[in-house]
T-cell receptor
Framework: DGGITQSPKYLFRKEGQNVTLSCEQN?????MYWYRQDPGQGLRLIYY???????QKGDIAEGYSVSREKKESFPLTVTSAQKNPTAFYLC?????????????FGSGTRLTVV | AQSVTQLDSQVPVFEEAPVELRCNYS??????LFWYVQYPNQGLQLLLK??????LVESINGFEAEFNKSQTSFHLRKPSVHISDTAEYFC?????????????FGAGTRLFVKA
């Protein structure tokens, strides 16, 4: 079955470390997104990519970086510049019809700073 | 500017009772509206959507939502809830004729169904 796979499910980061969250989709979707979820704040957009080798900053991009070298993959790196990285991170994708189908979400990665 | 307001952060309700989760949005152009459901430690799943046509849309598990343009609302309802409906529900809005590349999510409403 097609879907989005995020790994790992749980991730622990030490102060000053960079960590990378994986997101892979086999839906043949053009657009991919990274959201951060904090309690009571809903979802906030970090980065998005509408096509391979192109990506744009979302509302809270500082301290994060992404790449889109393949259509199927959109990894997110949480850098040491992100001062409060503890959160639930969700990857999503959307097909060529952009809006009509809504998003397909992965099951998330919970990142904790230790 | 586009915004989405979910008026209740938590809604406790007894099993088999009706429930309404409220969502209001602000936008100056045509919109596409969505409700997503999130179970603990999982991603969001699309529950239902309004794109055009009939203002009342339904999901396969008994939820329905009605688009009210004059009140800029898209409230979610279910006439009789089950324990398994306990989850967080997010209203989302995409704006414009092509929907744009970005969707705004509400802060979420946690539905807690009690036996």
């Amino acid at each position: 079955d097609g879907g989005i796979t995020q790994s790992p499910k749980y991730l622990f980061r030490k102060e000053g470390q960079n960590v990378t969250l994986s997101c892979e989709q086999n839906l043949n979707h053009d657009a991919m997104y990274w959201y951060r979820q904090d309690p009571g704040q809903g979802l906030r957009l970090i980065y998005y990519s509408q096509i391979v080798n192109d990506f744009q900053k979302g509302d809270i991009a500082e301290g994060y970086s992404v790449s889109r070298e393949k259509k199927e993959s959109f990894p997110l790196t949480v850098t040491s510049a992100q001062k409060n990285p503890t959160a639930f991170y969700l990857c999503a994708s959307r097909g060529a019809d952009r809006v009509l189908g809504g998003y397909t979400f992965g099951s998330g990665t919970r990142l904790t700073v230790v | 500017a586009q915004s989405v307001t979910q008026l209740d952060s938590q809604v406790p309700v007894f099993e088999e009772a009706p429930v309404e989760l409220r969502c209001n949005y602000s936008s100056s152009v045509s919109v596409y509206l969505f409700w997503y459901v999130q179970y603990p430690n999982q991603g969001l799943q699309l529950l239902l959507k309004y794109l055009s046509g009939s203002t009342l849309v339904e999901s396969i598990n008994g939820f329905e939502a009605e688009f009210n343009k004059s009140q800029t609302s898209f409230h979610l309802r279910k006439p009789s809830v089950h324990i398994s409906d306990t989850a967080e529900y997010f209203c989302a809005v995409s704006e414009g004729s092509t929907g744009g590349f970005k969707t705004i999510f509400g802060a979420g409403t946690r539905l807690f169904v009690k036996a």
